[in-house]
């Protein structure tokens, strides 16, 4: 019997995982369904409780639900402890285990397919919304020197720093920013409206630039980026397949070639 996924958003038409996971199964020779199920802003709970009632295997959970999400599920694993989200909800013997898979997405994107370590290295995070919070936990797993988030309202940033408690996690306003970052990761939305966060352009120079989106609303970062010096721009395509890559792996047991679907996805967009 075909086994049944579901990513539900709001808006979520635009959404690649029904074709990432698809790629994945035919790689594996796995029997799935994945959808795209776009859901009333009121309606997570209603939506999760049917979907699994049919006999669902597995949701994906984006915008703006994954904070909704992480308050249904009856676990958690780390990451969506720290991050207070869910992006992967895991049947498991009586209930359901959140997950959130963004971060190590992220860290095996720049390992895997940017050659990038993160240990020992100086990273600056812009930002300190929910996508920033949702990648916190794996960053730091990945043993970094340390981790300077700015934010345009330097308050959550100090807040997001206050409520981890980690030596190696420190906020700094965005004006004050001076010297350069071996990786600078824009975790802002700026980019949606084709805007930039106001920083220091000799912060980048010589280091890798990462946008945690991807496509168009990574270029105005990525661009700056690259006028600017970095030696590596690149927008966040491949923490897309690779968080999915994670989610397959925990509901399929079977770890599906990310870079290889990352490249057809490079290849042929839509
Ligand atoms: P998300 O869940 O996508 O992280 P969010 O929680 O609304 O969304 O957070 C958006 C982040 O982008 C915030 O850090 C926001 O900065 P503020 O906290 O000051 O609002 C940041 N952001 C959005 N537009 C920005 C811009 N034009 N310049 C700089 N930062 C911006």
Not at 31 to 52: C, S
Not at 95 to 118: A, I, M, P, Q
Request: include cysteine; charged fraction near 20%; glycine fraction near 12%.
């Amino acid at each position: 019997m075909t086994d049944r996924y579901v990513v539900f958003g709001n808006p979520v038409g635009h959404s690649l995982s029904p074709r990432i996971h698809e790629l994945f199964a035919r790689q594996t020779g796995a029997d799935i369904e994945y959808q795209a199920q776009l859901v009333p802003l009121d309606g997570f709970v209603r939506n999760a409780v049917t979907f699994f009632a049919e006999g669902g295997c597995g949701v994906n959970v984006t915008l703006p639900f994954k904070e909704a999400a992480y308050d249904w599920v009856s676990q958690c694993d780390e990451y969506a402890g720290t991050a207070g989200a869910v992006n992967t909800i895991v049947p498991v013997e009586g209930g359901f285990r959140g997950c959130n898979t963004d971060g190590l997405g992220l860290v095996r994107d720049l390992r895997e397919n940017h050659g990038f370590s993160l240990r020992g290295s100086n990273v600056l995070i812009l930002g300190a919304g929910g996508a920033v919070r949702g990648v916190l936990g794996p960053l730091l797993g990945a043993s970094p020197g340390r981790i300077v988030i700015a934010n345009r309202t330097a308050a959550r940033a100090q807040a997001l720093v206050d409520r981890l408690e980690d030596p190696r996690l420190s906020a700094m306003e965005p004006g004050k920013l001076s010297a350069a970052f071996d990786l600078v990761i824009n975790g802002t939305s700026a980019g949606l409206v084709g805007a930039l966060p106001q920083i220091p352009p000799e912060i980048v120079a010589g280091g890798v630039a990462y946008d945690m989106v991807y496509g168009a609303n990574a270029k105005p970062f990525c661009d700056w980026a690259t006028q600017h010096g970095a030696r590596l721009a690149v927008d966040g395509l491949g923490m897309l397949v690779e968080q999915a890559a994670e989610a397959f792996s925990l509901w399929r047991g079977v770890r599906p070639d990310a870079c290889a679907v990352l490249k057809a996805l490079r290849e042929s967009p839509r």
